[in-house]
């Protein structure tokens, strides 16, 4: 029986609730199936290593520019925060542990999955988006190829190979450019600043940086791949699929990022 | 007895969210026969071609090659089924990133860069069948124009040796002149390569020119089959609407 007009009133915004939950886990189970298909095919034959490769490069080295001028740019204000902040407490000596830790445990891994996700996993959905809406992945299962194994499982593995390659270049150029400032603007000695780097580098948080950039990688190119493939509706589909990939990167690798962090050293 | 029917769909349905495409699709399409589909937009053409190649599950309904079942195949039995098929796409579909070359043997490599001389030397080949020499292998598509990308997309389609090729609106976007051209090219290669072919189209002149028979898909049924002689004097009111594209009659 239907429930009364002021019964059903009542019930509307559990209904809403309801309905976007379910939509939630639908979404969730959809991409993990998808994920799932997609690593299945990465570890069964036939391969594709050219296409792997390619990736490999369009992901990281043409990445590594803007990568490489976001960490020396935040190594150096990281430095001079610290440096403002610490004066006040007479702890100036802390710029070099700050940076190193900062840059390792944190804004590596943090800026550079952004920045890759922000050139990434857009360029991804537009392509295989694009691929969708002209009919170019009907023609590659008409031409008997697997599209998870010749489209997406070459970029999910190729993005969680570059991304802990490009967390190590901009851990390294990020503590180059905190001690850069610090020598040449807050003049510090720079064999005590590199003394203190060393001293405070630790092979944990090393490891740790490292398993965050390839979960990172993992959700940017899967994002990526997702929302390009279920892109239906022309060139504004393809504009959604390229917006949705990049703002669910960004929250996947956000939260990510705490889950892990919490877990280290919750 | 009479000869199996290359491909024979017997009572297809297909609806997407209530919407009934296909509603009980029959349609036999005999071996070396070219069959085309005329229908408005809409009417499921393009549904029924992606039901046989598999790329959509119809609902209910069977779907024979050759005598075999392909409805429910998946893996290797769908794959073996697939190669029998050459598909011709209305955008031409061809792979953006990759040259001429690589796109028309992409079929025979599956997309591995496999056997370079020989995959360029098949490209060469089937791109002179569909008139083109061998200046456009390391072009990408989007350097072609329209005309010569529908020609690549031939050329892709035929290098495999399938048994049957599937042409999607193979006229549309085209100039009379090249659509003309294109309507030739397909019909000497189904003539010389003795294939089953089925083409959708809008385009009254060219399925005249391809097809040996002519079906009227109209609300998900094939309401008139025939030879391309009688399109124009079919005696079917839908058929005679149609082809002479009047506003008034069955067709709403």
């Known amino acids: 029986m239907p429930a009364s007009k002021p019964a059903a009133a009542l019930l509307a915004p559990f209904t809403t609730i309801g309905r976007a939950i379910i939509a939630m886990f639908a979404a969730v189970g959809r991409v993990a199936m998808f994920a799932g298909r997609a690593l299945g095919r990465a570890v069964t034959p036939p391969y594709y290593p050219a296409r792997f490769f390619e990736q490999l490069a369009y992901i990281g080295w043409f990445s590594l520019p803007v990568v490489g001028l976001t960490a020396i740019f935040t190594g150096a204000a990281l430095a001079q925060q610290i440096y403002t902040a610490g004066s006040r407490f007479s702890a100036q000596s802390t710029v070099p542990a700050v940076v190193v830790i900062g840059m390792v445990r944190e804004l590596g891994p943090v800026l550079v999955g952004l920045m890759v996700a922000g050139r990434v996993s857009s360029a991804m959905a537009a392509e295989i988006g694009t691929m969708r809406v002209t009919e170019q992945l009907d023609a590659l299962t008409t031409l008997r190829t697997d599209s998870y194994r010749y489209l997406i499982a070459p970029r999910l593995i190729a993005a969680m190979v570059a991304l802990p390659l490009m967390v190590l270049a901009a851990n390294a150029i990020g503590i180059f450019g905190g001690w850069l400032l610090a020598v040449q603007k807050l003049h510090f000695n720079s064999a005590g600043y590199l003394a203190v780097t060393r001293k405070y580098m630790s092979f944990d948080d090393f490891q740790m940086a490292m398993v965050k950039a390839g979960v990172f990688g993992f959700f940017i190119a899967l994002m990526g791949c997702y929302h390009g493939y279920r892109t239906s509706g022309g060139a504004a589909g393809v504009g959604n699929a390229t917006r949705n990939a990049v703002v669910s990167a960004f929250v996947l690798i956000l939260a990510s990022n705490f889950l892990i962090t919490a877990m280290v050293f919750g | ?252």
């Open chain 2, 1 to 252: 007895m009479a000869a199996q029917p290359k491909i024979l769909l017997t009572d297809v349905t297909k609806e997407f969210a209530g919407n009934v495409v296909l509603d009980g699709l029959n349609l036999a399409i005999e071996p070396g026969e070219s069959m085309a589909i005329i229908g408005q937009s809409g009417s499921g053409k393009s549904v029924t071609l992606k039901c046989i190649l598999g790329l959509l599950r119809p609902d209910s309904g069977s779907i024979r090659i050759d005598g075999a079942e392909v409805v429910g195949l998946r893996g290797g039995a769908q794959d073996r089924m697939r190669a029998k098929f050459g598909m011709l796409f209305q955008g031409s579909a061809l792979f953006d990133s990759l040259p001429v070359w690589r796109n028309v043997t992409f079929g025979l490599t599956q997309g591995r860069r496999v056997d370079g001389t020989r995959m360029r030397a098949i490209a060469e080949e089937n791109l002179e069948r569909v008139g083109l020499d061998k200046r456009v292998l390391n072009l990408r598509p989007s350097e072609l124009s329209g005309g010569m990308q529908k020609r690549v997309a031939l050329a892709r389609a035929i290098a495999p040796r399938p048994e049957i090729i599937f042409f999607d609106e193979p006229t549309t976007g085209l100039d009379p002149i090249r659509a003309d051209v294109i309507n030739d090219l397909i019909v000497s290669l189904v003539d010389d390569l003795g294939v089953t072919a089925l083409t959708i189209t809008h385009d009254m002149a060219s399925a005249r020119k391809i097809a040996h028979r002519v079906a009227m898909l109209y609300q998900g049924k094939i309401v008139w089959i025939g030879p391309r002689d009688r399109l124009y004097d079919s005696g079917n009111p839908y058929v005679d609407q149609f082809v002479q594209g009047r506003a008034e009659g069955p067709i709403t």
